[in-house]
Antibody
């Protein structure tokens, strides 16, 4: 059974940093693309970043230069380093596993971790 | 970015009746590899998204056959043949052809 468990969210002041983690199990982690999407309170879904099985990275313009996605295949864990956080980054952050063609057809999602950027 | 527009945004349906959600993209979703990366997700209250349909019309693992997807180019549809109580939630279309991948605004499906 595929499981994705996010952690690392919390309350941070604007300008601060957080590192999110997504622990994966139930599939061959190194073989799949992974990604992070977010959902602001009461709002829809927005892709934030993705990383291929080979380590190629992709970012939404809204987070480029501030967020860094990475993966540790030995630990089956996906990360999102978030710096210079803004109030508009407040959201539930969900990790997703890519399907056969990558996260363009993401097939499993975690429950998410809440990030609140507020003073 | 590709804008995904869903309609309706709210959909009250009687149990046992069909439901249909439309999704339109601001540009063609045909990828250079020939595939069309349009997916549909269901998000029940308090839960993470569940993939129902990928590549326009392929049902995901364990998805009941009352869910079907159709369409091409820029116009797509999700249909539920007979609504069941467990189908209540918000439904999103998502394009995976052009990065950043984008979602529709969501359609809230409820029991009438």
């Amino acid at each position: 059974e595929v499981q994705l468990v996010e952690s690392g969210g919390g309350l941070v002041q604007p300008g601060g940093s957080l590192r999110l983690s997504c622990a994966a199990s139930g599939f061959t982690f190194s073989s799949y693309s992974l990604g992070w999407a977010r959902q602001a309170p009461g709002k829809g879904l927005e892709w934030v970043s993705a990383i291929s099985s080979g380590g190629d990275t992709y970012y939404a313009d809204s987070v480029k230069g501030r967020f860094t996605i990475s993966r540790d295949n030995s630990r089956s864990t996906l990360y999102l380093q978030m710096n210079s956080l803004r109030a508009e980054d407040t959201a539930i952050y969900l990790c997703a596993k890519g399907g056969a063609a990558g996260v363009r057809e993401a097939d499993y999602w975690g429950q998410g971790t809440l990030v609140t950027a507020s003073s | 970015d590709v804008v995904m527009t869903q309609s309706p945004l709210s959909l009250p349906v009687t149990l046992g009746q069909p439901a249909s959600i439309s999704c339109r993209s601001s540009q063609s979703l045909v990828h250079s590899d020939g595939n069309t990366y349009l997916s549909w997700f269901q998000q029940r209250p308090g839960q993470s998204p569940r993939r129902l349909i990928y590549r326009v019309s392929n049902r995901g693992s364990g998805v009941p056959d009352r869910f079907s997807g159709s369409g091409s180019g820029t116009d797509f549809t999700l249909e539920i043949s007979r609504l069941e109580a467990e189908d209540v939630g918000v439904y999103y279309c998502m394009q995976g052809t052009h990065w950043p991948y984008t979602f529709g605004q969501g359609t809230k499906l409820e029991i009438k």
